[in-house]
């Protein structure tokens, strides 16, 4: 090969290759992103039910309920303006407590349940996932809450 | 006073980076050989220095001092001395200083173990390294002082957070840490020779064992990690995709990537500024690590302090520090030139290619790290991208990688034939084929999947061993002999690559037949999962030093036959008022099982449980400690440690290097090929001394 014809090869070669793998990055990504939301954007219908999603909020105070022979924990997440009834399968993570921050991540249902396959809290008395703390914050529409240190456990 | 000492001695350690940022570069760029003369003592200075500090900063938390600031947020009187010393790295400040140890660590090894080099060379260096360190020491003096004092001072501590009482603080921090660090020194060497113009086959030969070293850490580092985030989080995971996690993962991938460009550059000339651009690239990735880590703008088990201010000046930081190499990269990487050329097929090629495809991982990693927290800033609504997006990118982009890593070693330089290789490989291909079609059926069923990790993992075991075969068949003698004489650094290559088939298995088989199984368990029933039985046969209460905690007895059995007693817990920490699951696993070879507790539920003593069965999960790291100790070996090839400078001179260096079996066999294709480039050679042997560095 000429060395023109073999330059213009590897370019050719490279922006096939640049091209390929920017198709697959965007496809992947346009597939898997989660959105984001609080309980007042799912009660005032802003969110199709079937999409995954993560919820963020406070375990409303008195709501957690258990199946006694299984493991389906049933409880509220709240904004302070607007509820959604969780249902969720498993073990809950070391930190969740009632009126405290959590971010649930699964699927709405049509009737409004929202059905969790991961439940994620805060992990020390001060903390708040900044995803609950940002939809306390929207619905009470002031800007500071937590701050602290420490970490998010996932489930 | 011990903290006012520690204070101080950051201070002197600041002025000295100063001091050694300015003076050796000046005098290497006029010739002052009395100016490059301070870099040596004023690196081993500063180790000390910043040592003396950071000893300091123990003490105080041996000595429970919780008149300092950080001391009494990150620890307790309570606390086991072992924890008290960990401590030390367990929150924002202590990390930055344990940062700046290592890479006054790393300066004062380049001090000592650099003899054979050029003097201008190693003082550019050190003067590039003693630049980071006076950011960083800028960065704690003015935002993040470890040594603030705190009045009045607290009664007790705040105490470690329980999650990072474990051993694998004692090893994972420090490790990864080093092996971030380290990239500083191929950083540094990539700046020093902008700042010289002179990039060639010795130049890269220096850089190499240092690269490869900070490689090793910081694979060890990563392993150490999930290891332990796998028997700590106590959900059974060992890699989440999680922002901390993709920090770590980045510069890995960039780091890969740059030893295997350093190979080309060293024993071709080839891929100079791309080298230089990796070299850039993955220190910058290893600040962005930090960045992301350390300012808490995400949000992750591991960043346990948020504070904005200190963001922006670490944003601004690595701004300069990537900006401005970049910068000279643009201005002086014409002067370095791109070196040899080579054909469509050839080694350089196949390393090229695979060097593009770890880049664009690096690269959707990024994007998929980077992307939520700008759509957060410029308030487009906050998104989450999850292990999907890393899982559908990393399939087909490491299939064709680990495809090449079989070929690229038995492939010529310059140029090398397709039908050649392919009859060369052609019973490392057909035993691929036989092992995917028949391992995951002996192990729990084919899935396609499965199917292709097993082809890959083999591909990558049989490849090596042609390798090492057709090495072992070129040379004469008995077989001991033979295998005695092999180069180090190529039986270090061959280790790492099936370091890496050995964790395509582990993940292979986890991902394909893993099985997680929630259940609610009163003291003497039992789950059957996967052919063991679990049966939970209570819990009794027990005492740890700062913490109390409900242990269950969960005695696993298969076929009638006891396989392992667990004992899995759940702690209550005291000073946090923290509960804490610590998980019971028993390892295997072949699988693991592995039991969490949940919480106590109802009446009687009935808790929840997470049971896990793990196959071949040990084969995810230990696949890690064989490429780490494969880079181990390669870091001690001894042509590293023996070329003299004179020998070197009068000897071509790429003859000397790559005189074993490969090269003699090798046949020119093009008559350009017939002399591996004799001009660059000489003439980078004659440049490499400082007559040449004086004469620029």
Request: charged share 15%; proline share 6%.
């Amino acid at each position: 090969m000429k060395p023109r014809a073999r330059r213009l090869a590897w370019i050719a070669g490279a922006l096939a290759a640049l091209g390929a793998a920017s198709a697959l990055v965007l496809n992947a990504f346009q597939s898997n992103v989660m959105f984001f939301v609080s309980p007042t954007q799912i009660v005032e219908g802003h969110v199709a039910s079937g999409t995954r999603l993560r919820v963020g909020g406070l375990v409303e105070k008195g709501s957690l309920s258990r199946d006694e022979h299984g493991l389906t924990v049933r409880f509220i997440v709240t904004d302070t303006a607007r509820a959604i009834p969780v249902v969720y399968r498993g073990v809950l993570p070391d930190l969740f407590r009632e009126g405290k921050g959590v971010v649930a991540q699964g699927t709405l249902m049509p009737d409004g349940t929202f059905v969790a396959d991961q439940v994620l809290a805060k992990h020390d008395e001060n903390y708040m996932p900044p995803d609950a703390a940002d939809a306390v914050n929207r619905a009470r529409s002031t800007l500071r809450v937590s701050g602290g240190a420490s970490a998010e456990a996932r489930r | 006073m011990i903290p006012e000492i520690g204070h101080f001695a950051l201070i002197v350690a600041l002025a000295l980076a100063l001091v050694n940022g300015v003076l050796p570069i000046v005098g290497a760029a006029r010739g002052w050989t009395h100016w490059m003369r301070v870099a040596w003592p004023v690196a081993r200075a500063q180790f000390v220095v910043v040592a003396i500090a950071f000893g300091c900063l123990a003490a105080s938390f041996l000595g429970n001092d919780f008149s300092v600031l950080y001391v009494a947020s990150h620890s307790n009187s309570m606390l086991p001395p072992v924890y008290r010393v960990t401590a030390v790295w367990g929150g924002h400040e202590g990390s930055l200083l344990l940062w700046t140890l290592l890479l006054t660590l790393w300066m004062a090894a380049v001090s000592v173990l650099s003899r054979q080099l050029p003097r201008a060379m190693v003082a550019r260096v050190l003067g590039v390294m003693s630049w980071i360190a006076a950011g960083f020491l800028l960065f704690m003096l003015f935002t993040s002082n470890p040594f603030a004092r705190l009045l009045p001072p607290a009664v007790d501590g705040r105490d470690l957070n329980p999650l990072l009482q474990d051993p694998g603080m004692v090893s994972h921090p420090p490790i990864l840490y080093m092996g971030y660090v380290g990239f500083a020194v191929a950083f540094a060497f990539a700046i020093a020779a902008l700042l010289s113009g002179e990039l060639n086959a010795a130049w890269a030969r220096w850089s190499r064992p240092w690269t490869t070293a900070a490689w090793i850490f910081l694979t060890l580092g990563i392993m150490l990690g999930s290891g332990w985030a796998y028997y700590e989080l106590g959900w059974g995971g060992w890699w989440f995709w999680d922002p901390v996690e993709n920090a770590s993962f980045m510069p890995w991938l960039a780091g890969t990537a740059l030893i295997h460009s350093l190979a080309v550059t060293e024993k071709r000339g080839a891929f100079r500024s791309w080298t230089v651009l990796l070299a850039i690239c993955t220190f910058s990735l290893s600040l962005l690590g930090t960045f992301l880590v350390r300012s808490g703008v995400i949000t992750s088990v591991h960043s346990f302090a948020a504070d904005p201010a200190r963001g922006i000046f670490i944003l601004a930081f690595l701004s300069i520090v990537a900006g401005g190499a970049l910068l000279l990269f643009a201005w002086r990487a014409p002067k370095i030139g791109l070196g040899g050329g080579f054909d469509p097929v050839s080694r350089e090629s196949l390393l090229l290619s695979n060097n593009v495809l770890l880049m664009v991982a690096a690269a959707s990693v990024l994007l998929g790290t980077l992307y939520p927290l700008f759509l957060d800033v410029l308030g487009l609504g906050k998104i989450s991208i999850g292990p999907p997006y890393f899982d559908s990118i990393f399939v087909p982009l490491m299939t064709p990688a680990v495809f090449l890593m079989g070929i690229g070693p038995i492939a010529r330089w310059k140029s090398a034939r397709l039908p050649e290789l392919a009859v060369r490989l052609r019973w490392a291909g057909a035993a691929s084929v036989v092992a995917a079609l028949a391992l995951p059926w002996v192990v729990g069923g084919w899935k396609p999947l499965v199917g292709l990790g097993i082809l890959l993992a083999a591909w990558c075991v049989s490849a090596s061993a042609v390798a090492l075969w057709e090495r072992i068949a070129q040379q004469q003698g008995p077989l001991a002999a033979r295998f005695s004489r092999l180069p180090s650094a190529f039986c270090g290559m061959l280790l790492a690559h099936v370091g890496i088939g050995v964790f395509i298995v582990g993940v292979t088989f986890v991902k394909g037949y893993e099985t997680e199984r929630d259940v609610r368990l009163e003291p003497g029933e039992s789950l059957t999962e996967g052919g063991y039985a679990f049966r939970f046969t209570g819990t009794r209460e027990i005492d740890g030093p700062n913490y109390r905690a409900a242990r269950a007895t969960v005695e696993v059995s298969r076929d009638g036959r006891t396989v392992a007693v667990l004992h899995p817990e759940k702690r209550l920490f005291i000073v946090q008022q923290t509960p804490m699951t610590e998980a019971a696993i028993d390892r295997g070879v072949f699988r693991d099982l592995y039991v969490a507790m949940g919480e106590q539920v109802g009446a009687g003593n009935a808790w929840t449980m997470r049971v896990h069965i793990k196959p071949f999960v040990n084969w995810i790291w230990a696949g890690c400690l064989l490429m780490a100790l494969g880079g181990a070996l390669a870091a001690c090839d001894r042509r590293y440690r023996l070329v003299p400078r004179k020998r070197r001179a009068a000897v071509p260096a790429p003859v000397s290097v790559s005189a074993p079996a490969s090269v003699s066999l090798t046949v020119p294709r093009s008559p350009r090929g017939a002399a591996p480039a004799p001009g660059t050679a000489t003439r980078e042997a004659g440049t490499g001394s400082e007559a040449g560095e004086a004469g620029r």
